[in-house]
């Protein structure tokens, strides 16, 4: 077989890979623990091999030309399987160890999440975990996170996106506000009720209630005297001391529901849902600790789903 390689050149073919995927040659640069100017001569030189230009440069920002992101769906795919080669001869059985970096939604956190990790550190004692509890979107790279859950995830070709649920949405109020305001039976209705919104903390946009009508979805964007931003938690608490209506996930009024702190209404007009997804980088860049974690959330939504 003839040699088309060397060491010098399938670093700068990684190389290259981290800074399409962050779109940044300083974000590869930190990836890779060298500075952002080795990433691009380490580029140039690519380039000058096979004589086509990766990237289009500019001051502030690169992108891939049509030969560069052709050449990197390819070599990214090479490289995954050079990994996998790698760690199936030096055994993919290692003991998953350090530090598990996890950014996940507020409700996610508090409902599905934190009362999961006690169990997944006993069986992995050697791996620590940083939570980061927040609604905003992350940078995988720059921000140095192994895993993230967010709802409605957008596709991400740098990402693998497993979905852990359609999270059923209801509509909920306390006991006290439907003895004062009545129960609203129609959608129509709920412009007579004090129904309290969530504003995206991005743009300040309220998220529209979605509903279910002869099939199709219908949403409303209804005035409220509460308004939420950051934590959707807030929504709920305001419901269960009787401020008015509110829509929100099912998995996280359950309990309240039971009980009967809150009361489900509309439930003709239910049915919708959001996803919740688990994402993470392609293969390369990850360790023993996360496809351990990811297998454990797996195995815990096949619990979910089957209660």
Same mark, same amino acid.
């Not at 992350?138 to 999270?167: C, H, K, M, N, T």
């Not at 009024?253 to 009967?260: H, K, P, R, Y």
């Not at 239910?270 to 023993?288: A, D, I, K, N, Q």
């Given at each position: 077989? $003839? ?25 590869? @640069? ?37 030969? !560069? ?7 990214? *795919? ?20 350090? *530090?598990?970096? =996890? ?10 999440? +934190?009362?999961?990790?006690? $169990? ?57 506000? +439907?003895?004062? @305001? ?36 219908? @949403? ?7 308004? =939420? ?40 007009? !239910? ?37």
């Amino acid at each position: 077989m $003839k040699r088309h390689f060397e060491d010098v050149q399938l670093g700068s073919i990684e190389l290259f890979c981290l800074a399409a995927e962050a779109s940044s040659f300083t974000a590869a @640069a930190q990836v890779a623990g060298v500075t952002p100017a080795a990433v691009s001569r380490s580029i140039s030189r690519l380039e000058e091999r096979l004589g086509s230009r990766l990237f289009v440069r500019t001051t502030r920002s690169i992108r891939l030309t049509d030969s !560069g992101r052709t050449y990197f769906e390819q070599c990214r *795919q090479a490289l995954t399987q050079l990994v996998e080669a790698r760690q199936e001869v030096m055994g993919a059985q290692r003991v998953p160890s350090g *530090q598990l970096r =996890i950014s996940v939604p507020t409700t996610y956190a508090h409902h599905r999440l +934190l009362p999961l990790l006690p $169990k997944f550190r006993a069986l992995y004692p050697h791996v620590s975990v940083d939570i980061h509890i927040s609604n905003r979107n992350i940078d995988f790279v720059a921000e140095g996170y192994d895993l993230a859950i967010r709802v409605r995830a957008q596709p991400d070709p740098s990402l693998i996106a497993r979905l852990l649920e359609d999270a059923e949405l209801v509509v909920v109020a306390a006991p006290a506000y +439907l003895q004062r @305001a009545g129960t609203p039976q129609t959608l129509q209705e709920l412009a007579l009720h004090e129904c309290i919104q969530f504003e995206l903390p991005s743009n300040g946009r309220r998220i529209p209630w979605l509903f279910q009508v002869q099939g199709q979805e219908q @949403a409303f964007a209804g005035e409220a005297g509460y308004s =939420i931003s950051q934590d959707v938690l807030g929504g709920v608490t305001l419901a269960k001391h009787g401020a008015g209506l509110f829509q929100t996930y099912k998995f996280i009024v359950e309990q309240e529901l039971a009980d009967g702190t809150l009361v489900e209404v509309l439930k003709p007009f !239910g049915g919708r849902s959001r996803p919740f997804t688990l994402l993470y980088p392609h293969g390369r860049y990850v360790s023993h600790r996360v496809p351990a974690f990811v297998d454990f959330l797996l195995a815990c939504r096949d619990e979910w789903a089957a209660s």
